[in-house]
Nanobody, 126 residues
Framework: QVQLVESGGGLVQAGGSLRLSCAASGRTLSNYAMGWFRQAPGKEREFVARISGSGGITDYADSVKGRFTISRDNGEGTVYLQMNSLKPEDTAAYYC???????????????????WGLGTQVTVSS
């Protein structure tokens, strides 16, 4: 089994920054792509960013491109999401997830991920 634990969320003013971390325990994640998703109250969970197992390939939702950066440290078993220039519309619970090897799609769909953390709340005030 894989356990994913997110941290780093909090309350920040618009324009500020936060760095989220996703620490993995159990099996190594170095051979798996990882993703970050978010879910605001009353909305569906949506794709934010993903990164390949080696870290060489990244992908971002248009809404965060140029402001968020995903990275990983396979030695530490941790995936990061650096969030800059935060906006009130970025307010949501943020989840990291491990991408399943059963799918070869875009990597932007929740069904492509088999293990999820419990999330960390990010609130951006205006």
């Amino acid at each position: 089994q894989v356990q994913l634990v997110e941290s780093g969320g909090g309350l920040v003013q618009a324009g500020g920054s936060l760095r989220l971390s996703c620490a993995a325990s159990g099996r190594t994640l170095s051979n798996y792509a990882m993703g970050w998703f978010r879910q605001a109250p009353g909305k569906e969970r949506e794709f934010v960013a993903r990164i390949s197992g080696s870290g060489g390939i990244t992908d971002y939702a248009d809404s965060v491109k140029g402001r968020f950066t995903i990275s990983r440290d396979n030695g530490e078993g941790t995936v990061y999401l650096q969030m800059n220039s935060l906006k009130p519309e970025d307010t949501a619970a943020y989840y990291c997830a491990r991408r399943s090897r059963l799918y070869s799609g875009s990597g932007r769909n929740t069904y492509e991920y088999d293990f999820w953390g419990l999330g960390t709340q990010v609130t951006v005030s205006s």
